[in-house]
């Protein structure tokens, strides 16, 4: 886990008793010191031809310090994957972590299974008598398939995906994002004899999705593309998805060059433009007359 300057700073105070406040101009730094300067604790003075905070109340700043840091001012062991429990004992914010596990949700069909070595994960089975099924994936899983993986962002679809995409085999639920968690595993060895299609939102975070899915693996990964889909952007279109996810768009206006070849991803970022707006997923669902 990457250490908080801040904690960093305050170390420093403890160890030296004092810093140079050229160390010290942030204005975000300066309003994290702003406590302790209000309390008396340190205070900044000259030192030669500069100007130094030194520390006045060592007591009061090791009880600023554990109420900042409940678990110490070291940082907590490198790893490039943090629990979100030590995260919360080190900062009181498990959000900045990374997970080293992640619930996932899978719908199965045609007797899809998952199998890891002698364990067997029957998927269609478990579809056809309770909707699905839910497995811990985590950083050594190994779980694998052979078949079409149909990646899918939002849950209304995903429960009717086998009338979307008929041909679907495995239906992996994102719910969003694809997380790097995810990713890892769709592109590990385990599961190289996987194709994927992925079914997300036409908009710049969606198509954002399929091109880090196409980048991890290369020539097996294609974008559900429906025949109607014009006529889909025509009636739905989304305008406030562009403003949202403007800065996303840009980057995807900067990948023409690299995924200049892709005709979906054109065809796509041409529809945006056209109607002015993106497409959620869910007009997959809808049945409009003719226009």
């Known amino acids: 886990m990457r250490r908080d300057p801040f904690a960093a700073i305050l170390s420093e105070f403890c ?8 160390r010290l101009k942030s204005k975000k730094m300066h309003l994290r010191l702003q406590p302790l300067v209000d309390a008396g604790v340190i205070v900044q ?20 310090s554990q109420s900042q840091f409940p678990s110490g001012l070291e940082p907590l062991a490198a790893s ?3 629990p979100r429990n030590r995260s919360v004992l080190y900062t009181k914010d498990a959000h900045g972590s990374k997970s080293s596990h992640l619930p996932l949700f899978v719908r199965g069909f045609k007797n899809a299974r998952l199998t890891w070595d002698d364990r067997v994960l029957p998927v269609a089975s478990l579809t056809a008598f309770a909707g699905g099924a839910g497995l811990r994936l985590g950083r050594d ?9 149909v990646t899918v962002e939002n849950s209304e679809v995903l429960f009717h995906i086998e009338t979307v995409i008929p041909g679907t085999c495995l239906a992996v639920y994102t719910g969003g994002r694809i997380s790097n968690l995810l990713l890892q595993w769709l592109s590990s060895d385990a599961m190289e004899k996987a194709v994927f299609i992925h079914a997300g939102d036409y908009d710049p975070v969606g198509i954002q999705d399929y091109l880090r899915l196409s980048e991890a693996c290369p ?6 593309m429906p025949d109607n889909l014009e ?3 025509a009636r739905y279109a989304n305008q406030k998805r ?7 768009l840009n980057t995807l206006r900067t990948c023409k060059v690299r995924s200049g070849k892709d005709k979906d991803f054109l065809k796509i970022m041409h529809l945006m433009d056209r109607y002015n707006g993106g497409l ?10 003719p226009l």
């Open 280 to 289: 959620d997923q869910e007009a997959l669902l809808t049945h409009p007359e």
């Open 242 to 248: 562009l403003e949202d996810q403007s800065s996303v």
């Open 219 to 224: 020539g097996r990964v294609s974008l559900y």
């Open 45 to 64: 003075e000259r030192s030669g031809a500069g100007q130094r905070w030194r520390v006045l109340d060592r007591d009061g700043l090791y009880r600023f």
């Open 15 to 22: 160890n030296r008793g004092s810093i140079p406040a050229s």
């Open 231 to 233: 006529e889909l952007f």
């Open 141 to 149: 899983s190994r779980w694998s398939f052979q078949g079409t993986v």
């Open 80 to 82: 490039s994957f943090v």
